[in-house]
């Protein structure tokens, strides 16, 4: 019964987060008493709604977040012994959602801390992390700040964030960072002449998950054909159909399919948790340099264990837990044996998930993207097991295991070669090192599909191989095709006159660096364009010129912003109405260069709750984007009067139609003039 437990709460983590209704069940009232002379007590209520409750400071290893006070630490004030808990409306009893003893306070729990102070000048401060549950769900932890100015014994805190700071204060702020305030913003009531250009919003992100679910649906394929999943499917099958009659055969393998895909869909729920709490935080994960070179190392590796020189696995003692848990028989077993093959597999199917994980955080929408890749690879892998237990005739159809399992696993290799480089181009780009520049990471492909096509011709072995004898049909239009991609990649080389850049490859949109990024063709601004990576320089501009905003949220490492920048952006008629006719201002939300200490400040969160303190350039642009115009998406297209701060049509994001995309800007002009 653990099991479900388990999968229980993090569901419920999951699907609570992403509820369009913000539960609040705990609230949260601090106060100061004092007790002695420079000695106080400081109280900590919280007030929980029916049926939730909160847990106390001791809770047992494996079971929920324990109630967990922080003091920061200082030379003003001592603590006198530790937070105590009142043990009014406590209930010690066995947690049926974590199957164990705790004690948890229903209706309402106060904590207590003795200070003494020393310096009165200085706040108290701290933190606190708890958790919230019902009989239904539980909430996320949360941490909630605190701070206590005793000097005039007046508590100075939000229950949601603690620094002191008023509303006229953020106002400042934004018009320090932008200029102007959110409610400055005014939608222009000019109606287009192309009512369709009125009504272009957003790509569907229904359209990205199908595509998302597609691409991992073909990964599910790619792992189903390597060394360590394509000869288990005889095994597996084997086992439902000797151990079972046809009846509990047929439901078994179903549901063992049904296990191997919710096995890959948990993994998906953490990152769930993550957007929930911010909802630029898995944009600032993809782009982070750090975790940028973390995965070149790991695809490096990854490659390296396809190419035969080493084996990559989960620890085996995770293998024997799972595999000892198969022997209890019904559903419980049956989810083991699930779990069983998505932990021996790892080897051959660990690369392919890196490869999904790793291109999901970095776009929109990237926890619920994860997760319907993650459910993609889970069906694929799981089918052809359910399908061949249901009909072991089908199984004399199957190819025999052989050196064509190697062959797709080292082909592999090569691929995760290619993405190894491609994350070091993006810490390249966001950390502005000017190493990878364009030129290097298409010869660097070129080299490693070149050396692909070679050793599927036979020419290159790699550990643990025989060199065959005759070259195979399909494996030669493989490496036909391999080095087809190989001089494709070459030819993005040659140099446009037009547009003063090398030849976009349509291909590798996204994948590459910009064109611009260049070390014989340098472009500040995509295009060969005119281009502001400033806000109020480039508002200053527009009045001065008398002309509308393109205003372009971008990303170093965003794939859309590519393809439009590199596909639709140099279309004749597209390049004519951006270059004349507007002022384009491009910012970058994850650009990782530090902001001046002037303009390190706080400003509001998003979400309401509490404020934040802005780092670098693409906190500043993210939070622009976020908060004056409730969307953090890109790329996003705004046309904007710095005139009249008019929003002059709908704003529209990935948009690769050339017509749609030349009525956008074209109604934006049209409603400038009429204003």
């Known amino acids: 019964m653990k099991l479900y437990r388990i999968l229980f709460i993090l569901f419920s983590f999951c699907f609570t987060s992403l509820n369009s209704q913000i539960l609040e069940p705990v609230k949260w009232n601090f106060h100061s008493e004092q007790i002695e002379e420079n000695k106080y007590e400081l109280v900590f209520i919280a007030d929980i709604d029916p049926n939730w409750a909160i847990y106390s400071k001791t809770v047992d290893e494996g079971g929920p ?26 209930v010690t009893q066995n947690d049926l959602v974590f199957d164990m003893v705790v004690s948890k306070f229903y209706n309402q729990a106060i904590f207590r801390q003795k200070v003494e102070i020393i310096n009165y000048d200085n706040p108290v401060s701290g933190g606190f992390e708890f958790m919230t549950c019902d009989d239904t769900q539980c909430l996320a932890p949360e941490i909630i700040d605190f701070k206590f100015n005793l000097s005039n014994k007046v508590l100075e805190s939000d229950v949601k964030e603690t620094i002191s700071i008023n509303q006229n204060n953020l106002e400042k702020n934004n018009l320090i960072l932008y200029g102007f305030l959110p409610t400055d913003i005014k939608k222009s009531k000019v109606n287009c002449s192309n009512s369709s250009a009125n009504t272009t919003t957003v790509s569907s992100p229904t359209k990205t998950l199908f ?58 729920i953490p990152f769930h948790l993550l957007d929930s709490v911010n909802p630029d935080i898995l944009n600032d994960i993809s782009t982070n340099v750090y975790l940028n070179i973390f995965f070149f190392i790991i695809f490096l590796l990854f490659a390296f264990s396809f190419f035969g020189y080493y084996e990559l696995s989960l620890p085996s003692s995770w ?75 089908m199984l004399e159809s199957l190819p025999k295991s052989g050196g064509w399992l190697n062959t797709i696993k080292v082909s592999l290799g090569f691929i995760e070669l290619a993405l190894a480089l491609k994350f070091l181009s993006n810490a390249d780009l966001v950390a502005h090192w000017g190493i990878i520049k364009i030129e290097v990471f298409l010869i660097l492909w070129f080299i490693i599909f070149l050396l692909m096509a070679i050793y599927l011709f036979g020419k290159i072995q790699f550990p643990n191989e025989i060199k065959p004898k005759n070259i195979s049909f399909t494996r030669a239009v493989f490496a036909l095709l391999s080095l087809g991609f190989a001089l494709y990649l070459a030819s993005g080389l040659i140099y446009n006159k037009q547009t003063q850049s090398y030849r976009a490859l349509s291909l590798l ?7 611009g990024y260049s070390y014989l063709a340098p472009k500040e601004c995509p295009n060969n364009l ?59 939300v994850d650009d990782k260069k530090i902001l001046p200490d002037n303009e390190q400040l706080l400003v509001a969160r998003t979400n309401g709750k509490g404020v934040r303190k802005l780092i670098n350039y693409g906190h500043k642009w993210a939070y622009f984007q976020a908060q004056y115009f409730k969307t953090n998406s890109q790329p996003y297209y705004i046309l904007y009067d710095p005139n009249s701060n008019e929003i002059l049509n709908n704003p529209v994001g990935y948009t690769p139609d050339e017509e749609e995309y030349l009525a956008f800007l074209n109604c934006g002009l049209e409603a400038f003039k009429n204003n």
């Open 65 to 90: 977040i324990a109630t967990t006070f922080y003091f920061t630490e200082s030379s003003n004030y001592k603590l006198i012994g530790e937070v105590v808990e009142d043990s009014i409306n406590m």
């Open 211 to 268: 595509n998302i679910f597609g691409l991992g649906f073909i990964g599910g394929l790619l792992a189903l054909l390597t060394p360590c999943v394509f000869p288990m499917i005889p095994l597996t099958v084997s086992f439902f159909t000797k151990k079972n009659d046809n009846t509990n055969g047929y439901s078994n393998a179903i549901l063992y399919g049904v296990f191997i895909v919710l096995v890959y869909l948990i993994l998906s």
């Open 319 to 393: 293998v024997d837990k799972s595999a000892k848990r198969e022997s209890a028989g019904g559903i419980i077993g049956i989810f083991f044996m699930a779990l069983t093959l998505a932990i021996v597999s790892f080897s051959c199917t660990g690369p392919i998930l890196g490869s999904l994980l790793a291109g999901s955080i970095s776009n929109d929408s990237a926890a619920w993207e994860l997760t319907a890749g993650m459910g993609g690879f889970g069906l694929a892998l799981g089918l052809p097991f359910a399908v061949f237990a249901m009909f072991p005739n």
């Open 509 to 515: 949109s996204g994948l590459a660096p910009p064109l």
């Open 530 to 588: 005119n281009c502001f990576k400033d806000l109020k320089s480039g508002i200053e501009y527009a009045k001065k010129s008398n002309k509308p905003i393109l205003l372009d949220f971008t990303g170093y490492a965003c794939v859309n912003c590519r393809k439009m920048e590199e596909h639709v952006w140099p279309l004749k008629q597209v390049d004519s109405a951006i270059r004349e006719n507007y002022v384009l201002i491009s910012l970058y």
